[in-house]
């Protein structure tokens, strides 16, 4: 089965300073994807990024990036300026790919991540 | 698109009684995925389906949870009877059929279960 480790239960950074938060995760799939997601006060699960294992090339959208390493089975979320938005809790998930079994698949998350931006 | 639409949002019952939450898929999706998220556990998959049909229900916790999808647009989740320990948020998502895009699972607001 697979699993996904997220060792930091707090993080804490100041106000438009970068904060990274870490992932590892455990599968022996070769076809799957990795993602980030926000979960504010309000519940809501927010997608941030996503990365196919497939892909040597980190992915990014905006203020967020990833350092992905396969071999190392790791998928780490880089926050560059952060900003008081950005507080929330940040949860890494696994899905295996539609090659590996067909179809979609659920996720596996991590315990997740409480981000506190200090302003 | 509304996005995913769960109902009720909150819910309050007395142990033993009988609780059924709702979801409303994106239109156009065709898998429908419930999740329960709590303090011990985390996010855990409880069961999903592809065009109302479920593939993988090894998630629910035991015979007292049930979920059905009796058509593209509406699936409930069941709890026969309610015991405190299924005090939780339970999300459904919902998504595309993978193809040469990712499919990415959009989620609703969750319903916030309290068993008393």
């Known amino acids: 089965a697979q699993t996904v480790t997220q060792s930091q239960p707090e993080m804490s950074v100041q106000e438009a300073e970068t904060v990274t938060l870490s992932c590892t995760y455990d599968?022996?799939?070769?076809?799957?994807?990795l993602f980030w997601y926000k979960q504010p006060p309000s519940r809501q699960m927010i997608l941030v990024i996503r990365?196919?294992?497939?892909?040597?090339q980190n992915a990014t959208e905006n203020r967020f990036s990833v350092n992905f390493q396969k071999a190392a089975k790791s998928f780490s979320l880089k926050i560059s300026d952060s900003q008081l938005g950005d507080a929330a809790m940040y949860f890494c998930?696994?899905?295996?790919?539609?090659?590996?079994?067909?179809?979609?698949?659920?996720?596996?998350f991590g315990k997740g991540t409480h981000l506190i931006i200090q302003p | 698109d509304a996005g995913v639409i769960q109902s009720p949002r909150h819910e309050v019952t007395e142990m033993g009684q009988e609780v059924t939450l709702r979801c409303k898929p994106i239109?156009?999706?065709?898998?429908l995925f419930w999740y329960r998220q709590t303090m011990m556990r985390g996010l855990e998959l409880l069961i999903y389906f592809n065009n109302n049909v479920p593939i993988d229900d090894s998630g629910m916790p035991e015979d007292r949870f049930s979920a059905k999808m009796p058509n593209a647009s509406f699936s409930t989740l069941k709890i026969q009877p309610s015991e405190p320990r299924d005090s939780a948020v339970y999300f459904c998502?919902?998504?595309?059929?993978?193809?040469?895009?990712?499919?990415?699972?959009?989620f609703g607001p969750g319903t916030r279960l309290t068993v008393l």
């Open positions: 239109s156009g999706h065709d898998y």
């Open positions: 998930a696994y899905r295996r790919g539609s090659n590996s079994g067909g179809g979609a698949d659920g996720l596996t």
């Open positions: 998502a919902s998504s595309a059929t993978p193809g040469l895009v990712i499919d990415e699972q959009f």
């Open positions: 990365q196919e294992a497939y892909k040597q």
């Open positions: 599968t022996s799939e070769s076809d799957y994807y």
